[in-house]
């Protein structure tokens, strides 16, 4: 019998959950499902440029999970574009962030963006760049709903 998955800590939902190509009909695709934890790991490995540590500690799990995670989910992207299928995004044991919480390191101010925002490029008080992503005011993980 194998362990129980890990809940994994998502703080990206996306606002659309579907992807086709666009020529085809869509009775006519097989559909590639990619769960929100691949679609994370995807986003903080490629889209973020986090190395694997960094990245497996924001989903609070293991590196080698992690690693495992962003495979798994290039491979299926990439079985999708080359055959042709559909990315259905929905699934998979995780909670979603609801908000995420910054710091800014000149007026040491903090401020909550909506998870669904990207990163801001500077401190709503000061201006200033130099901001960093805290943990504190982030939605602790909800219990995990199997697969």
Not at 29 to 38: A, G, H, K, S
Not at 103 to 113: F, L, N
Request: aromatic share 6%; charged share 25%; with cysteine.
């Amino acid at each position: 019998m194998s362990r129980p998955l890990k809940c994994r800590h998502v703080q990206c939902h996306p606002d659309s959950a579907y992807f086709k190509p666009r020529a085809a009909p869509l009775t006519a695709l097989e559909e590639m499902v990619l769960t929100y934890d691949e679609l994370e790991a995807m986003r903080l490995a490629d889209l973020a440029e986090l190395y694997q540590e960094e990245a497996a500690a924001s989903m609070q799990i293991s590196r080698q999970t992690f690693g495992n995670i962003v495979r798994s989910a290039r491979k299926k992207v990439a079985d999708a574009l080359v055959n042709g299928k559909a990315i259905r995004i929905e699934g998979g044991v995780c909670s979603v962030a609801e908000k995420e919480v910054f710091i800014c390191g000149d007026c040491a101010r903090t401020w909550e963006v909506a998870a669904r925002n990207s990163a801001p490029d500077a401190c709503p008080y000061c201006q200033s760049g130099n901001l960093a992503r805290t943990r504190q005011g982030i939605n602790p993980p909800k219990k995990c709903a199997d697969r």
